[in-house]
């Protein structure tokens, strides 16, 4: 108590220059908390688009299928054990999907396709696809007909209501292929995408290959990204691991991670500098006290008081001046994150272009995740334990004689 | 031998930092019995304050012994020697005796604190203690709120709070005009009459000098002149 005490009094003891340092954790509190929250905000969102829009955070493969993906490599759409799986905490959606690739012609072009078998509903419901469809409709499950990419409606100069063919390999080595009406143009976030993709509904998918009741994949869509880890550990409880495998996006894209990976510790050295920089300051100021109060700190020790309970009251003092800071600033950027969250900064000019040609919102992202605050909040406080170390090194060391005399 | 205090035997104190080491107590023997109310005097740089260190065991002795109350301190651990100072010793330094975050009241009752002393007893020490020097009124202000005179006092009644054997003072009136000097004086002699405290203290200054009963000068860190007088009781 009588420590608590002390420390309190003694960092307003040089009120000015205690809020000149409350202040500095202040701002950068809020500067890092900000650029942390866009930081998440951005990638989140696009991971999310990403993703969704192709693989999904997980996906579930008959073992071995990404190692060869072969038409062979398919399992049997379990349908109990994918209501089990979407029953696993935070999982939001378990959709099937056949893949394959595959030749597309019209007689007078041709092009690969990749060809994606769908439950249109459920497909629709994670990605939105429905929004995408530029010319015709949107699948139903019973039609009997493809949905394919603007960039292959290009290629092979098709428009809605022509006619398709498909040449692929099947299951079992049967041969596949088959007419199919163009019922809908879409226009993919990702020209990669747009140029290859052509939807089909999982029924009419399944006839083409001869898969019967096999699919390629289970995609697995989440609620939280941040739960990316454990959802897999739990899906890998719910499966047997020696028939099917598990892979997260990062697995499926690591081209996408990469980039991201890349693009954040570019952000995260600026938020670093910023802690150096206040580490500085909180330094300083530990160092001007710990310079003015050395004849005070031989006083005590002299009349009694063990070296350790004073460097505890010293550190104490750092804890404060850092709560302070750490705190107000965490309190004063909830607000402004929310706001940010609420009316998002539009991008613009080139910036917006590219956002837009992928399909993306123009904006700059923010979270207001609870992890985006605490991570910020963390940090500050483990560089303030840090530095309170120094005082309670040099007053555990201190020359009583010496301090004394100051 | 029950009723000493503080037995030196033969203590030196070299410092040898410089180009030529300095003698600065050299082989001094000093024995304070109990209710003993001794000056230190000798002129500047006589080793005054390097022997009240030493007595007090805030410094090493180079050579020699100090035994307070049957104990060596000099073969103590330096957390061992806190804790005997804490129990045992009574300081006022010369000036910035006091922790200036913490009012007179505090600062009396932070040395009890240390001691782990109950909340009852230490507010009525406490408050007996500012009785006893005079600054019951000042209860709660704060050190800087305090003149110099009045901040001796509050680091006299600190001393004391402990109940220490003895008091040990560096020149404490050093400081303070000629009437709180006087002032400070009387509070420490009527302890030490009333209380039985002993007080050993440095001090240039004749008019102090004149109020103790024991005056021990140093010259050139060695004991130059030991003396019993009759002191001059504060006329005012
Ligand atoms: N840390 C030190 N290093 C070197 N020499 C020292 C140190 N402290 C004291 N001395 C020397 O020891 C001698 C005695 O010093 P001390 O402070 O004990 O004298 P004093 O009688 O208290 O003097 P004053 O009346 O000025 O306070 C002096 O010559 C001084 O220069
Ligand atoms: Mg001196």
């Given amino acids: ?406 | 031998m029950q009723n000493t205090v503080i037995d030196a035997h033969n203590i030196s104190k070299v410092y040898d930092q410089g180009p030529v080491a300095v003698k600065a107590v050299n082989n001094v023997h000093l024995h304070i019995e109990k209710g003993e109310f001794v000056a230190l005097v000798g002129p500047s740089g006589s080793g005054k304050t390097t022997l009240l260190n030493m007595i007090g065991g805030l410094d090493e002795p180079t050579t020699g012994n100090v035994v307070i109350n049957g104990v060596d301190i000099t073969k103590l651990s330096s957390n061992e020697l806190i804790d005997f100072r804490l129990n045992n010793i009574g300081f006022v330094f010369q000036s910035f005796n006091l922790i200036p975050v913490l009012t007179a009241r505090e600062n009396i009752e932070f040395i009890m604190l240390l001691q782990k002393v109950g909340k009852e007893e230490r507010e009525t020490r406490v408050l007996k203690l500012l009785e006893e020097v005079g600054l019951t009124d000042k209860a709660n202000a704060k050190p800087g709120e305090l003149s110099g005179g009045q901040q001796q006092r509050v680091a006299v009644a600190r001393a004391l709070a402990s109940k220490p054997r003895f008091v040990l003072a560096d020149e404490p009136t050093a400081n303070l005009d000629s009437q709180s000097a006087a002032n400070l004086l009387d509070i420490m002699e009527k302890l030490n009459r009333e209380e039985g405290m002993t007080f050993v203290f440095s001090t240039h200054d004749q008019r102090v000098i004149q109020r103790a009963r024991r005056v021990i000068t140093l010259v050139d860190g060695e004991v130059a002149e030991d003396t019993l007088q009759t002191p001059l009781t504060h006329a005012g």
């Fill in chain 1, 1 to 406: 108590m009588i420590y608590l005490r002390l420390a309190w009094r003694n960092i307003w003891r040089n009120t000015r220059r205690t809020l000149i340092t409350v202040a500095s954790i202040f701002f950068a509190v809020i500067l890092a908390t900000i650029m942390w929250s866009m930081l998440e905000g951005v990638y989140g969102k696009m991971i999310h688009n990403i993703v969704a829009f192709s693989s999904g955070y997980l996906q579930v493969h008959k073992k071995g299928y990404w190692e060869e993906k072969n038409i062979e490599n398919v399992f049997t759409a379990d349908t109990a054990l994918a209501k089990k799986l979407s029953g696993v905490e935070n999982i939001t959606a378990v959709v099937p999907r056949i893949e394959n690739f595959a030749l597309a012609s019209t007689g007078e072009n041709t092009a690969g396709v990749m060809l994606l078998g769908i439950d249109p509903e459920k497909e629709d419901n994670i990605t939105n696809l429905k929004t995408k469809v530029k010319n015709g409709k949107y699948l139903r499950s019973t039609d009997n007909g493809v949905m394919i990419g603007k960039g292959v409606a290009r290629k092979l100069r098709l428009s809605v209501g022509d006619t398709i063919i498909l040449l692929s390999q099947g299951y079992h080595a049967s041969s596949a292929n088959g007419l199919y009406k163009v019922l809908g143009i879409v226009s993919l976030p990702s020209p990669e995408l747009d140029k290859v993709m052509v939807y089909m509904p999982l029924a009419t998918a399944s006839g083409l290959l001869s898969l019967d009741n096999h699919i390629s994949s289970w995609a697995v869509m989440i609620s939280d990204a941040k739960k990316l880890a454990s959802v897999k550990k739990e899906l890998l409880r719910n499966i047997d691991p020696t028939a099917y495998e598990v892979m997260d996006w990062k697995e499926l894209m690591p081209d996408l991670d990469q980039m991201i990976q890349a693009d954040g510790s570019g952000h995260k050295i600026t938020i670093l500098v910023l802690y150096l920089v206040i580490s500085f300051g909180i330094f300083s100021t530990v160092l001007m006290m710990m310079a003015e109060r050395q004849h005070e700190f031989g006083i005590m020790t002299a009349i009694g008081m063990k070296k350790r309970q004073l460097a505890f009251i010293v550190f104490l003092e750092t804890v404060f001046i850092t709560l302070i800071g750490v705190i107000s600033g965490t309190l004063a950027s909830l607000p402004i994150t929310f706001y940010l969250s609420e009316h998002p900064i539009q991008l613009t000019g080139e910036v917006r272009i590219i956002y837009e040609s992928y399909g993306f919102e123009p904006i700059i992202a923010v979270s207001t995740a609870p992890v985006v605050f605490f991570s910020q909040a963390r940090v500050v406080l483990l560089i303030t334990l840090l530095i309170g170390i120094y005082p309670v090194y040099k007053i555990l060391r201190m020359n009583l004689m010496s301090a004394l005399r100051s």
